[in-house]
């Protein structure tokens, strides 16, 4: 079992950074892969980054390239989504989840942590 905290929403401006981080705990997670989904009220959880936990490959949705940054400090076993240039559309709760399948459907994904909430202003 592995078990997702994300902390680190909140409310900001356009244009304002804000950092996710997510701690994993539970069964050893080094062979698995790390994915950051949103879900806008009335949408799908969409895709938004993804990394393994042991290096290497990242992943990102088309319209955060060049904004967000997924990474990880592996002292913490915490995965981070820096998110620069924030827009509206930005808007939505964030969730963490990790498996051993590398993907970008949430699908891919078993487990999830319980979603934080970034909200940003025009």
């Known amino acids: 079992q592995v078990q997702l905290v994300e902390s680190g929403g909140g409310l900001v401006q356009a244009g304002d950074s804000l950092r996710l981080s997510c701690v994993v705990s539970?069964?050893?997670?080094?062979?698995?892969?790390v994915g950051w989904f949103r879900q806008a009220p009335g949408k799908e959880r969409d895709f938004v980054a993804a990394?393994?936990?042991?290096?290497?490959?990242?992943s990102y949705a088309d319209s955060v390239k060049g904004r967000f940054t997924i990474s990880r400090d592996n002292a913490k076993n915490t995965v981070y989504l820096q998110m620069n240039s924030l827009k509206s559309e930005d808007t939505a709760v964030y969730y963490c989840?990790?498996?051993?399948?590398?993907?970008?459907?949430?699908?891919?994904?078993?487990?999830w942590g319980q979603g934080t909430q970034v909200t940003v202003s025009s």
């Open positions: 539970g069964r050893t997670f080094s062979h698995y892969a």
């Open positions: 989840a990790a498996d051993k399948v590398y993907g970008s459907r949430s699908l891919d994904y078993d487990y």
């Open positions: 990394m393994r936990w042991s290096g290497g490959r990242t």
